[in-house]
């Protein structure tokens, strides 16, 4: 396939299925009579969450952003998660005339299961990255961090999703400075709360800024500050790095794209009384 050579990218909602997860969890210390108003949740408390990954198309690059969470894993492991597959990555990337072997770069902003699992392909009794013809990248301090697991982060660090893609030789790592450059319109930024060393993809896309959320704001139901995930390993840093990255969004009239919102899946910012919440709401084909 030969894509186009103008510069600036073209980007590609990839849809790879919802999942479910405990609401509490995801809402930390905010009780579930407040966050139920945006998530609510079914009769054992979870939520529905989308694994919203991106496409970009820059020249004669494919950059896949996240790949959601794969399909190898046993039938005991999905059923804590019910995903519905209504939408997978092969699906979504055929719907936008692409194929797995097209992808040139595939992003992971971090190594949790629900981001890197479909990065791995279980064929028989062996476990191959799914796009061979791909460069992976991560950066080393969160390699480190996910190889080496703490007791709390270890469940969501699974060797059979991360340690294939190192042994395939495919593996490069981004330079850990917050605002590095990996394309002429797409930069890094770096946070911590959540998992050590996440990265941000923050895309120049039509003259406007949009950065992909991925779990520093998992859902328009996370802007409010004290919103944290019960699953962030440094709640402080989560609320302050929120706190820094919407203001500066506010500002610069930002797209802030949203990995795990099943409904919303893209928004711009307003202030409230409340504070910094959601201004326009729409998709990333109505850019």
Request: proline residues 4%; glycine residues 6%; aromatic residues 12%.
């Amino acid at each position: 396939m030969v894509y186009g050579q103008k510069m600036n990218p073209k980007l590609y909602t990839i849809d790879t299925g919802t999942f479910k997860l405990d609401g509490g969890a995801m809402f930390g210390v905010v009780p579930k009579t407040i966050w139920s108003k945006t998530n609510p949740a079914d009769e054992n408390n979870l939520c529905t969450w989308a694994m919203r990954c991106l496409l970009i198309e820059e020249g004669n690059r494919l950059i896949l952003v996240d790949t959601g969470m794969g399909n190898k894993q046993s039938d005991k492991f999905f059923s804590f998660y019910y995903p519905d597959r209504s939408n997978t990555l092969d699906s979504s990337l055929a719907a936008h005339g692409f194929h797995r072997d097209d992808i040139t770069d595939v992003f992971l902003t971090h190594l949790h299961f629900d981001h890197v699992g479909g990065a791995v392909e279980r064929i028989g009794e062996t476990l191959t990255p799914t796009f061979k013809n791909a460069t992976y990248w991560s950066n080393a301090q969160h390699w480190d961090w996910a190889i080496n697991p703490n007791e709390r982060e270890k469940a969501s660090f699974l060797k059979e999703n991360i340690l294939p893609i190192q042994d395939s030789g495919q593996l490069k790592f981004i330079d850990g400075k917050d605002g590095v450059t990996f394309t002429d319109h797409v930069k890094v930024r770096f946070v911590y709360g959540h998992t050590e060393a996440q990265m941000l993809p923050q895309i120049n896309y039509k003259g406007r800024q949009m950065l992909y959320m991925a779990d520093l704001i998992p859902s328009i139901g996370h802007l409010p500050l004290a919103y944290v995930m019960g699953y962030d390993m440094f709640p402080m840093k989560t609320l302050n790095e929120k706190k820094a990255i919407l203001n500066e969004a506010l500002e610069n009239n930002y797209i802030l794209y949203f990995e795990h919102d099943s409904v919303n899946e893209c928004c711009t910012l307003k202030n409230t009384d409340k504070g910094i919440r959601a201004d326009e709401i729409f998709r990333l084909s109505e850019v």
